[in-house]
């Protein structure tokens, strides 16, 4: 992994191959928009929430279990800034009207409903971050710093991918609470550890996410697709097959690795990384070369 080539914001980062890494032929860039932690001193000053339930809505850990991309030769962008602050898998345009002063109502819009705009109004299970309203400034501000160069930087990692090898695959890498599964249809007689959403079939092409099921149910994950999570607004922005772009999203269930009360690595945390680096490579190698392959 070559830390020293950076392309940081104060608000991301990015982890790139090592020369020699494979880099060269690898369509696959990995993303972790929800996983950042570093919380700015100005949320901390306008919630009514301490640090550790600020955290509820963080994929927490992620980019961690993912940090083998760069060794397979795939970049992984994630996020410093944490959810809380500004949601990355948001449209800039899904601004609250409960919580952004001066903006105005527009439409049936679910997520704003539930406070999970732009800028959240609300942690996990609803809980609310501040005890009045933010300027739209404070708003505009937070998508200046934090989303519009995450977003381009993506974009950036993408257009390389695509320009390497004709194609590119952007894997949303998030978790899901275990709460979020109770009611999920059991596979062979197990509940769902992976969700993979590809927008119903719109986000990739079939045979992508037939190999990226595969690779995680090769490895004993039980896998589930589109159902509860079919993939957000990164893996419908950026999904765009007829032009040679896919994106799949990947969900994991936070209580495979995660202490979810304390917000900290669980005790099988580095069993799940190690299971999770063989699927890492399988999904690297789905480069040009992977559609012969398929066509078998």
Same mark, same amino acid.
């Given at each position: $992994?070559?830390?020293?080539?950076?392309?940081?914001?104060?608000?991301?980062?990015?982890?790139?191959?090592?020369?020699?890494?494979?880099?060269?032929?690898?369509?696959?860039?990995?993303?972790?928009?929800?996983?950042?932690?570093?919380?700015?001193?100005?949320?901390?000053?306008?919630?009514?929430?301490? #640090?550790? !339930?600020?955290? +509820?809505?963080?994929?927490?850990?992620? %980019?961690? @279990?993912? !940090?083998?991309?760069? !060794?397979?030769?795939?970049?992984?962008?994630?996020?410093?800034?944490?959810? #809380?602050?500004?949601?990355?898998?948001?449209?800039?345009?899904?601004?609250?009207?409960?919580?952004?002063?001066?903006?105005?109502? /527009?439409?049936?819009?679910?997520?704003?409903?539930?406070?999970?705009?732009?800028?959240?109004?609300?942690? =996990?299970?609803?809980?609310?971050?501040?005890?009045?309203?933010?300027?739209? &400034?404070? /708003?505009?501000?937070? @998508?200046?710093?934090?989303?519009?160069?995450?977003?381009?930087?993506?974009?950036?990692?993408?257009?390389? *991918? +695509?320009?390497?090898?004709?194609?590119?695959? @952007?894997?949303?890498?998030?978790? $899901?609470?275990?709460?979020?599964?109770?009611?999920?249809?059991?596979?062979?007689?197990?509940?769902?550890?992976?969700? @993979?959403? !590809? +927008?119903?079939?719109?986000?990739?092409?079939?045979?992508?996410?037939? &190999?990226?099921?595969?690779?995680?149910?090769?490895?004993?994950?039980?896998?589930?697709?589109?159902?509860?999570? #079919?993939?957000?607004?990164?893996?419908?922005?950026?999904?765009?097959?007829?032009?040679?772009?896919?994106?799949?999203?990947? %969900?994991?269930?936070?209580?495979?690795?995660?202490? %979810?009360? +304390?917000? =900290?690595?669980?005790?099988?945390? %580095?069993?799940?990384? =190690? *299971?999770?680096?063989?699927?890492? /490579?399988?999904?690297?190698?789905?480069?040009?070369?992977?559609? *012969?392959?398929?066509?078998?």
């Amino acid at each position: $992994m070559n830390t020293s080539d950076f392309a940081d914001s104060d608000r991301f980062r990015i982890l790139r191959p090592a020369p020699g890494a494979g880099g060269h032929s690898v369509a696959s860039v990995f993303s972790s928009p929800h996983s950042g932690r570093d919380y700015p001193e100005d949320l901390l000053r306008a919630s009514r929430l301490n #640090a550790h !339930d600020l955290r +509820r809505s963080e994929d927490a850990f992620v %980019e961690r @279990l993912f !940090d083998a991309a760069p !060794d397979l030769g795939a970049p992984l962008i994630h996020a410093l800034a944490p959810r #809380a602050y500004v949601d990355l898998n948001r449209g800039p345009e899904e601004m609250d009207p409960a919580l952004i002063a001066g903006v105005r109502a /527009a439409g049936l819009n679910p997520r704003l409903a539930a406070g999970l705009g732009v800028i959240p109004r609300v942690v =996990a299970e609803g809980v609310t971050i501040y005890n009045g309203k933010l300027t739209q &400034e404070v /708003a505009q501000d937070r @998508l200046r710093r934090c989303y519009r160069p995450y977003h381009a930087a993506l974009q950036g990692l993408l257009d390389e *991918a +695509r320009a390497r090898t004709g194609r590119a695959l @952007l894997i949303d890498c998030h978790s $899901m609470p275990s709460d979020a599964l109770r009611a999920v249809p059991r596979i062979r007689g197990r509940r769902p550890e992976i969700i @993979l959403g !590809d +927008r119903f079939g719109v986000s990739c092409a079939p045979w992508i996410m037939a &190999e990226c099921e595969r690779a995680f149910s090769d490895v004993g994950f039980a896998v589930a697709r589109n159902s509860p999570f #079919a993939g957000g607004y990164i893996t419908q922005k950026y999904g765009r097959p007829a032009r040679g772009v896919h994106a799949i999203q990947v %969900e994991i269930d936070r209580a495979l690795y995660l202490d %979810e009360a +304390r917000v =900290a690595p669980g005790p099988a945390f %580095e069993a799940v990384r =190690a *299971a999770l680096r063989p699927v890492i /490579a399988r999904l690297a190698a789905l480069g040009p070369d992977a559609t *012969a392959l398929a066509a078998e």
